[in-house]
């Protein structure tokens, strides 16, 4: 089953904002919205935005998701040393009838 | 809280079986379209398979159809994955999820002799 499409790694300063996509296809993230998950280094998954750009309960508003055609993106806003971990996004794929993940995005923290 | 908890990994032969269980709690788990996904050990994450809120469709990646089964009770609020003919490529930590809001800590399949 094919993926949707992560830039293997961003780099940014401490404070700065980094932006992450994630392209998918009408029948996935054009269709059905993405969600997105960020992974520390040993740790579970933990979901910072569902399909619906809303962020669960708990998650900080430096965190924000948006949707555009078929790219999804995951602003985060003056990024901390704690925010050093994967990002992932997934859909729904109406075609495949398969959730679909995308390769992961490391963000590194300068 | 929404809470998943998976039990029942373990250390296992290829061509053996193994059965998980994800117990839910905090949410409606009979309205969840549940799942099981995965993570070989460095890898990313890999969707496995998915269950319709009343189990009567079930979805699975390629690499597992015949060999793994996805089920749910209800009125258990729990999740299984039953495996069988396991592979040394089936080794992963495995998750279960409503992939659009709640995920599990994970539970360890290895699979080798």
């Known amino acids: 089953q094919a993926g949707l499409t992560q830039p293997p790694s961003v780099s940014k300063d401490l404070r700065q904002t980094a932006t992450l996509t994630c392209t998918g296809n009408?029948?996935?993230?054009?269709?059905?919205?993405a969600t997105w998950l960020q992974q520390r280094q040993g740790h579970p998954p933990k979901l910072l935005s569902h399909?619906?750009?809303n962020r669960p309960s708990g998650i900080s508003d430096t965190f924000s998701a948006s949707t555009s055609g078929n790219t999804a993106s995951l602003t985060i806003t003056g990024v901390q040393p704690e925010d050093e971990a994967d990002y992932y996004c997934?859909?729904?794929?109406?075609?495949?009838?398969?959730?679909?993940f995308g390769g992961g995005t490391k963000l590194t923290v300068l | 809280e929404m809470q998943l908890v998976e039990s029942g990994g373990g250390l296992v032969q290829p061509g053996g079986s193994l059965r998980l269980s994800c117990a839910a709690s905090?949410?409606?788990?009979?309205?969840?379209?549940m799942c099981w996904v995965r993570q070989a050990p460095g890898k990313g994450l890999e969707w496995v398979a998915s269950i319709t809120p009343d189990g009567s469709e079930k979805y699975y990646v390629d690499s597992v159809k015949g060999r793994f089964t996805i089920s749910r009770d209800n009125a258990k609020t729990s999740l299984y994955l039953q495996m069988s003919s396991l592979r040394a490529e089936d080794t992963a930590v495995y998750y279960c999820?409503?992939?659009?809001?709640?995920w599990g800590q994970g539970t360890l399949v290895t699979v080798s002799s």
């Open positions: 997934s859909a729904w794929d109406t075609s495949l009838s398969a959730w679909v």
């Open positions: 399909r619906s750009n």
């Open positions: 999820a409503d992939a659009d809001m709640v």
């Open positions: 905090g949410f409606t788990f009979s309205n969840s379209w």
């Open positions: 009408s029948n996935n993230v054009g269709n059905q919205g």
